[in-house]
Antibody, heavy 118, light 107 residues
Framework: QVTLRESGPALVKPTQTLTLTCTFS??????????VNWVRQPPGKALEWIAA???????YNASSLKTRLTISKDTSKNQVVLTMTNMDPLDTGTYYC??????????WGPGTLVTVSS | SYVLTQPPSVSVAPGQTARITCGGS??????VHWYQQKPGQAPVLVVY???DRPSGIPERISGSNSGDTATLTISRVEAGDEADYYC??????????FGGGTKMTVL
């Protein structure tokens, strides 16, 4: 059974760095073709893909956020960590991690709401 | 960057057929995926690679893709189909791209 779950702070201040962890089970990120993605969704708005890391440790970032994002994995712990620097109120939203296995995002975590406010 | 355009909303009566479009330049050359998202929940994959369904997704949900438009079709619409629907593609210059989403209301 594949599961993913996001964890991290619910509230961060503007200019701070956000660190989110995706803890997963039921698959291995060392399996060829496997990838873990981060997707965010501002309140009432559309989904936005922001980053991914694959089985071969290749990393992908949305160009609009490239300079602010770092993604890493700990295969032994079944975790993927996303850091986003210089947080702004416009970064407020629900952050999801999702698995992709060579194609679409077939399993998603429940999401974690992050509010950026002083 | 690659852009996917969806109508903001569609309305359909129970038992009728809903069609949700996703427009993009030559989208027919891409593999399109569709997600259903109900309020307060994470998205669920309902169609992948244009017209395939994950296990557990009913046959009345289908997809097609040609030219500049991909379409998600939901036949015999039920109240439980009311949700937001998003299309998605992988583009080599934009990476993963989502459409703006379509809110489907069951009348």
């Amino acid at each position: 059974q594949v599961t993913l779950r996001e964890s991290g702070p619910a509230l961060v201040k503007p200019t701070q760095t956000l660190t989110l962890t995706c803890t997963f089970s039921g698959f291995s990120l060392s399996t060829r073709g496997m990838c873990v993605n981060w997707v965010r969704q501002p309140p009432g708005k559309a989904l936005e893909w922001i980053a991914a890391i694959d089985w071969d440790d290749n990393k992908y970032n949305a160009s609009s956020l490239k300079t602010r994002l770092t993604i890493s994995k700990d295969t032994s712990k079944n975790q993927v960590v996303l850091t986003m620097t210089n947080m702004d109120p416009l970064d407020t939203g629900t952050y999801y991690c999702a698995r992709s296995d060579a194609y679409a995002f077939d399993y998603w975590g429940p999401g974690t709401l992050v509010t950026v406010s002083s | 960057s690659y852009v996917l355009t969806q109508p903001p909303s569609v309305s359909v009566a129970p038992g009728q057929t809903a069609r949700i479009t996703c427009g993009g330049s030559n989208i027919g050359s891409y593999s399109v995926h569709w997600y259903q998202q109900k309020p307060g929940q994470a998205p669920v994959l309902v169609v992948y690679d244009d017209d395939d369904r994950p296990s557990g997704i009913p046959e009345r949900i289908s997809g097609s893709n040609s030219g500049d438009t991909a379409t998600l079709t939901i036949s015999r619409v039920e109240a439980g189909d009311e949700a937001d629907y998003y299309c998605q593609v992988w583009d080599t210059s934009s990476d993963w791209v989502f459409g703006g989403g379509t809110k489907m209301t069951v009348l």
